[in-house]
């Protein structure tokens, strides 16, 4: 069946309705190019804007793609057409997006910011309102995802199909309204993507290349699906992947998910279940469909609940089920764009991802920016910034599917959204000539932080012998950390929350340097040792890295998370200075590296911080703060939450085993 696609379709309003209720050889690399792109980002960003090559699209949906073993893929097809709604009769070139979400998601998204009214009058809204220093300025920075381009990438992308590429969304497996029981990035899964590439190959439609495009799962499985090395596949782009989903989310530092996880399985769970209307309508119900969501009704739901009640199965240690679902991004062999954040739920192994790629730099770019996971390209397409991603994408498909020379392999290849600063192009995070510095934790008070639990220092050698202690609180609910953990849901708390996180730091123990009197650039990762004592057989420590401005505004900038019990480090994994401290310690998670925790006994952890990018200002201060909880971002499983007795914890300064903050600066 084929239906034109207007602005807004008669079957885009009903889903809405019912949504309601209920090889190109490559130039050299410029790392020179600013971060807008110059001259090259300012055509993308024409060449995007300007009227498109045909006047409409016409849409095929509910297309059988039937699978190796008999499941049934569900997809929608969207081609150009001219005037009279008659699609271009010549192959063309196919971007894909296979999404766990329903497709309804993508029309719905498409209903609402391609309407020719509605989709620009919000646009206007969000740019010109100035919540600025209002309880609702989160409301603004949530929303400015319209302004980025994010909403193409998360729907459907008009302008590439409008000029001359056919896009083609598909329901995994098991979600939306294909058969199947859903495998959540699984092996089946994977193979799938393969399976779905090679049948676009073949059809009439199709000139035999492809890409891949997609927003967070859509991401992750488009670099799994590169992985395996479809020979039609020729680009990705990526929007705010996962590198490893064990550590970056489900179980990080041994408290990732258990918050997240639970409602994320929930919303997929339950969208599965929304049949189609049109199949409905037309007699047309596929009652195998029913049959496989009853077969499986919450997929990975008893895994997760035994994970977090009993600290047992798949879910609660790293493993078998966790190497086989994270991509194995050394295999991939196509050029690759990847947007990240240093806010996203993902954003420990964004880096990582563009670090691993055995692709030269003209063939893998890495956009990182300060946004949370629900609103990709915020502070994008202005003057400066970095184009929006949906130019990028444009460009990207452009020069690595159609050969086009426009000059995007010369990008970057990473540009950064440095907090403190504005958006830096350069070559790797951290940035080159960075250099690595250690500062001591000291109980000497810095005269900075009167509202914390106690006011310590940073400095450049460790004096004095203390014993601080910090007990489990509730403040960081109104935090940074806070809004990352939940995709930016709470950043609606607002910059009082966000940007500011002396509320939270209420409950922590605080370390501050004197003001610095230069910029001061701190880039990659950090490692913060941190020397023990705990009154339980188990303990939880939750760390942030913040910039102070001379007012007293405490900005996050890094963070991270760990129990106790979880402190071994993966050597061959982890990464170290020439002088042998951590700078990048990998904990392995797994059920046997668990080492115990003795009460009074001193325990030495080295607690990993993610990547970041940031510039202290002359006059601004680097702050360490210390938690004994993170009541949104980190949730213990139950049973190490319970061991610790929810008790205060201790940490022992003292010269002849200092803690301290390693980072790299420049």
């Not at 590439?160 to 959540?184: C, E, F, K, M």
């Amino acid at each position: 069946m084929r239906r034109v696609v207007t602005a807004v379709s008669l079957r885009g309003a009903l889903l809405l309705i019912v949504a309601l209720l209920i090889p190109v050889v490559p130039a050299q690399a410029q790392p020179a190019m600013p971060a807008d792109g110059g001259r090259a980002g300012a055509e993308w960003g024409s060449t995007t804007d300007a009227a498109p090559m045909y006047p409409s699209i016409v849409a095929q949906e509910d297309v059988p793609i039937t699978m190796s073993d008999g499941v049934t893929i569900r997809a929608t097809v969207y081609r150009p057409a001219d005037a009279s709604g008659q699609p271009i009769n010549e192959p063309l070139p196919v971007v894909v997006n296979l999404t766990p979400y329903t497709r309804l998601v993508n029309t719905l998204v498409d209903a609402i910011s391609e309407h020719p009214e509605l989709g620009p009058l919000l646009q206007a809204v969000v740019r010109d309102a100035d919540l600025t220093g209002t309880p609702f300025d989160g409301v603004e920075e949530v929303a400015s995802v319209l302004l980025g381009g994010g909403a193409r990438l998360l729907g459907i992308n008009r302008n590439l199909i409008q000029n001359g590429y056919v896009q083609v969304v598909a329901d995994v497996r098991g979600t939306g309204y294909s058969q199947g029981v859903w495998q959540v990035l699984q092996a089946r899964e994977q193979q799938d993507s393969v399976e779905i590439l090679d049948w676009i190959s073949a059809q009439e439609w199709s000139n035999g290349d492809a890409a891949i495009a997609g927003i967070s799962y859509s991401a992750i499985n488009g670099l799994q699906a590169a992985s395996h090395r479809p020979p039609s596949l020729k680009a990705v782009f990526a929007v705010e992947p996962a590198e490893d989903l064990a550590h970056d989310i489900v179980m990080t530092g041994g408290a990732g998910g258990i918050g997240f996880m639970p409602l994320w399985l929930t919303l997929v769970n339950t969208l599965k279940f929304l049949p189609s209307l049109e199949a409905l309508l037309t007699g047309q119900f596929d009652p195998a469909w029913l049959a496989d969501r009853m077969a499986e009704p919450y997929v990975l739901g008893e895994e997760f609940l035994e994970a977090t009640f009993l600290a047992e199965g798949i879910a609660a240690y790293d493993g078998p089920f966790f190497a086989g679902i994270n991509p194995q991004v050394e295999r991939i062999q196509v050029p690759t764009f990847v947007f990240g954040s240093y806010q996203d739920i993902f954003a420990r192994g964004q880096v990582r991802i563009f670090d691993r790629l055995q692709l030269p730099p003209t063939h893998k770019k890495l956009v990182m920016g300060e946004n949370y996971h629900a609103n990709p390209g915020w502070r994008m397409g202005e003057a400066g910034q970095p184009p929006r991603l949906d130019v990028l994408a444009r460009a990207w498909f452009d020069r690595w599917v159609r050969g086009v020379p426009n000059g995007i392999d010369n990008y970057g290849p990473v540009v950064s959204d440095q907090m403190g600063g504005g958006w830096v192009t350069t070559t790797s995070i951290p940035h080159p000539g960075s250099e690595y510095r250690k500062l001591f934790l000291d109980a000497a008070p810095s005269g900075s932080a009167g509202h914390s639990a106690h006011d310590g220092s940073l400095r450049e050698t460790a004096s004095g012998q203390a014993r601080l202690s910090v007990a489990p609180g509730v403040e960081n609910v109104c935090s940074r950390d806070s809004a990352l953990g939940t995709a930016g849901l709470l950043a609606l708390l607002g910059s009082q929350c966000t940007r500011d996180g002396r509320t939270a730091e209420r409950d922590a123990v605080t370390f501050t340097t004197a003001p610095v009197a230069q910029p001061t650039q701190i880039s990659g990762p950090m490692n913060l040792r941190l020397v023990t004592r705990h009154d339980a057989p188990e303990g939880f420590w939750h760390v942030t890295v913040s910039d102070v401005a001379p007012d007293g505004t405490s900005t996050t900038v890094t963070s991270g998370g760990l129990v106790s019990s979880r402190r071994a480090i993966d050597q061959a994994r982890s990464t170290t200075t020439p002088d042998g401290d951590y700078i990048d310690a990998v904990h392995p998670l797994t059920r046997e590296s668990r080492l115990p925790v003795v009460p009074g006994e001193r325990t030495v952890l080295d607690i990993d911080l993610r990547h970041t990018d940031a510039l202290l200002k002359p006059g601004h201060r680097l702050r360490v703060s210390v938690f004994a909880s993170s009541l949104v971002r980190y949730i213990p499983l139950i049973p190490d939450l319970a061991a610790t007795g929810l008790r205060p914890q201790h940490i022992d300064l003292d010269p002849a085993e200092p803690s301290w903050l390693l980072f790299t600066e420049k």
